[in-house]
């Protein structure tokens, strides 16, 4: 059933529905309806914007509520590893096991700016073990990998990497921590 059934009613001798002005008419009213419910619609949500703003200004703390209130929170500051160097030199292991993952990874850093990560992949896929060649940048903490472009991209699919030096013996990789050798 059209809408133009819902108003029926004689127009020239003839129902709405049935006459081309009709239909033009009815369109015509249709449009100006749905305009002033968007309007309303409109009004509405703006206007209940406003007096929750209005609520929440109106809220106020005295100093003493303040005080009474809040809770001693104390500064953690973590130990920023001062890295000076801008080659690193050494083997790091790498553990990683997860629910669906497990692999361990060794990083051969040499201080002429390559490396070498050899990976063994117990878990899913062992055969996604193996062994790639790049080179690294150091700026401040961070080390930039970069991995050759023929490498096996199954195997190693990211063409680069960042590991954050955290200490003289500790590099992360993501949430990984690792390990000197």
């Keep these: 059933m059209e809408l133009y059934a819902l108003f029926n009613f004689p127009?020239?001798?003839?129902?709405?529905?049935t006459t081309t002005?009709?239909?033009?008419?009815?369109?015509?009213?249709?449009?100006?309806?749905?305009?002033?419910?968007s309007a309303y619609l409109i009004y509405n949500a703006v206007s209940s914007e406003d007096e929750s703003a209005a609520i929440t200004?109106?809220?106020?703390?005295?100093?003493?509520?303040?005080?009474?209130?809040?809770?001693?929170?104390?500064?953690?500051?973590?130990?920023?590893?001062?890295?000076?160097?801008?080659?690193?030199?050494?083997s790091y292991i790498l553990n990683i096991t997860t629910d669906t993952t497990e692999t361990s990874q060794v990083f051969?850093?040499?201080?002429?700016?390559?490396?070498?990560?050899?990976?063994?992949?117990?878990?899913?896929?062992?055969?996604?073990?193996?062994s790639v060649k790049g080179t690294y940048t150091i700026t401040g903490n961070t080390i930039n990998l970069?991995?050759?472009?023929?490498?096996?991209?199954?195997?190693f699919p990211v063409d680069t990497g960042t590991m954050t030096i955290k200490s003289d013996t500790e590099l992360q990789y993501g949430s990984y921590i690792a390990i000197l050798d």
């Design 108 to 130: 051969d850093f040499s201080s002429n700016g390559t490396f070498a990560l050899n990976r063994k992949m117990i878990s899913p896929n062992p055969e996604l073990a193996g």
């Design 21 to 37: 002005k009709g239909k033009k008419l009815m369109n015509k009213v249709l449009i100006g309806i749905g305009i002033i419910l």
């Design 57 to 90: 200004s109106e809220k106020v703390l005295d100093k003493q509520d303040i005080i009474e209130n809040t809770a001693v929170v104390e500064e953690v500051v973590e130990d920023v590893y001062d890295n000076q160097s801008a080659t690193i030199d050494g």
């Design 146 to 155: 970069v991995f050759p472009s023929d490498r096996n991209k199954e195997t």
């Design 11 to 17: 127009y020239n001798g003839k129902t709405l529905e």
